[in-house]
């Protein structure tokens, strides 16, 4: 059940983060919360959640770089990378860091719903 799936947001701008907080604690009962990439990677270690949505541009830690230590990690890792680019450039370093969903802001929460759901389709959810 997708509901009991713990989830790690890492976003560092406050009011984006509350707003996406506040929707997905509707469908789901875990989610563990950071502001930098920095926190997001402690919380990863820490937690081992079974999804992470990230932001790209942050301070301390930017989230490729958080996504690409989570990987070392866990190559298996789902992630879900947002960003306020839509470039080649951008989709080509994350899928170097063999990340194959992200999203483009502002989000649409129904596309945002269908990557996550990507993530688990091959697991008894």
Do not use: W
């Not at 997001?40 to 790209?56: A, M, N, Q, R």
């Not at 899928?95 to 688990?120: Q, R, V």
Request: aromatic letters at 6%; hydrophobic letters at 40%.
């Amino acid at each position: 059940m997708l509901a009991d799936k713990k989830i790690l947001y890492v976003e560092d701008e406050e009011d984006i983060r509350n707003e996406l907080v506040e929707i997905l604690g509707l469908e789901f009962n875990n989610i563990l919360v950071a502001a930098n990439g920095h926190e997001g990677l402690e919380l990863y270690k820490e937690h081992h959640p079974d999804l992470v949505i990230s932001d790209i541009q942050m301070p301390k830690m930017d989230g490729l770089s958080m996504c690409k230590s989570i990987k070392e990690i866990d190559k298996d890792a789902n992630i879900i990378l947002m960003t306020a680019f839509n470039e080649e450039s951008f989709i080509a370093s994350a899928k170097d860091h063999n990340i194959h969903h992200y999203i483009t802001k502002p989000i649409k929460i129904n596309e945002l719903y269908d990557c996550i759901e990507s993530c688990f389709k091959d697991e008894d959810v």
